[in-house]
């Protein structure tokens, strides 16, 4: 008898190789995310950095966003493409690290038609770690920064069963909805 996959993927990083899949798991996801948006995403990280999230460097994502060019593609580029079809949710702690990101994805936001799809909330206990689209939860100890994903010993789960998705949907709603 055949077992069925497994829904969850368990990474952690130690060595270079590990840091490697977890660049790769981000990059996976953001490409299937701007090749069928989500009709929401959700970023909960206490500190979060403009890092480069998709390396374009030879081309390989130039039909996604031909206007990108031939470089490194940072977060908030990504999430600026995907506000045009998808309402993005960031959650993070209030600290000066996050301020640069966030300042970056409003001025983004409020240049864009899609204004309204960027929702931003504030929490002073935040400690939760996820990245949330329709299809996936990944959740673990890695905060979206560049020590988050290349230097520190973190370990991160994505689990594509629709049971942990709709209870990660549902305390994300509960507890995170932005401050108005």
């Not at 660049?23 to 970023?43: K, N």
């Not at 600026?80 to 949710?89: C, G, I």
Request: glycine share 4%; charged share 25%; aromatic share 8%.
């Amino acid at each position: 008898m055949t077992q069925p996959a497994s829904d969850n993927r368990n990474t952690f990083t130690t060595q270079a190789t590990s840091r490697a899949e977890i660049r790769e798991l981000l990059e996976g996801i953001f490409v299937a995310e701007l090749l069928v948006p989500s009709e929401s995403i959700w970023l909960v990280s206490p500190w979060i950095s403009d890092i480069d999230i998709l390396d374009n460097r030879c081309g390989q994502f130039s039909s996604l966003v031909p206007t990108w060019g031939l470089r490194r593609i940072r977060l908030s580029e990504v999430f600026a493409q995907l506000m045009s079809q998808s309402r993005v949710h960031i959650v993070a702690r209030p600290d000066s690290h996050n301020d640069t990101f966030l300042r970056k994805m409003d001025d983004l936001s409020r240049a864009s038609d899609d204004a309204g799809n960027l929702h931003v909330a504030i929490r002073d206990t935040l400690h939760l770690k996820g990245l949330l689209g329709q299809d996936y939860y990944l959740s673990g100890s890695m905060n979206l920064t560049y020590n988050g994903v290349e230097v520190n010993h973190e370990g991160v789960s994505l689990d594509r069963s629709p049971e942990a998705i709709a209870e990660a949907r549902i305390h994300f709603q509960e507890n995170y909805e932005a401050d108005q």
